[in-house]
């Protein structure tokens, strides 16, 4: 049941948080989606919402709230996340192609510098990290016979260390960058307005969707918790059985003593 629960909620999130996501740059402030100008740009959000928002983040739900097969899950799991990557490269080449192609009010040519902001440089950083773990993933998880059992074994600890680093970079990425969208519209936006109240809301979904993730990834159910300790209590107790010294008992006579035969 918690199960279910935790998925659902988890589904609902993400499904709100890209709704939101959508519905928002279709603003008539913010200019919708195209090839040119705020157009251009706002592919950039939406595809890192689709890449890190959604698509990993089903990739890495999937191991906690379905019951496929482990070589079906594995498949799934891995095509998510490269389709992942490929939407957030999409979305890189968005901002630097928008930024590259600026003009200003008198239609000319004005380039806006790149990598500035804090935004800048941790979406960058994710970026790359997810990058980084596509490939080594690939190569020690995907193709059969490139990496030994013993370096799976090594690597897996890393490897969810890493999705759960760019799970939560991502989240700190979707808040500053709305923080910093926000700034740029401020001339031309009520404060208390439509466009900056709904802006709000759906950073607040991205902090919930944070928590959404870490809450199904982290938290076991009682009945799985329970299993391990009850695995895990027989090795304790042999181990204690080993190490504590016996109590002596006396033995009968003529016991344990050729001459008693």
Known sequence: ???LVKAYTAHAVIATMLILTI????????????????????????LMVVGYGVLMAEAMLMFRVTDMSRPLMKTVHAVLNTLGVACTCVGMWAVFAFKARFVNAQGEPAPIPDM??????VGMAVFALSNLQLVVSVLVFWI??????KIKAAMMPFHKVSGKAVLLGSAASFI???AQKQSFIRGVT?????????????TLFFFFWGFAMLLVLEIEPISKKAGKEATEAPKDLGQSAITAPATARPAPAGAGSPLGA
């Open 1 to 3: 049941m918690l199960k």
């Open 23 to 46: 519905f928002w740059h279709e603003e008539e402030i913010i200019g919708g989606f195209g090839s040119v100008g705020g157009a251009l740009f706002n592919w950039h959000p939406l």
């Open 116 to 121: 500035y902001s804090s935004h800048s440089w």
């Open 144 to 149: 059969p016979g490139l990496a030994g059992p």
């Open 176 to 178: 500053s960058g709305m």
């Open 190 to 202: 009520e404060r208390f307005g439509r466009v900056n109240i709904f802006a709000n809301v759906l």
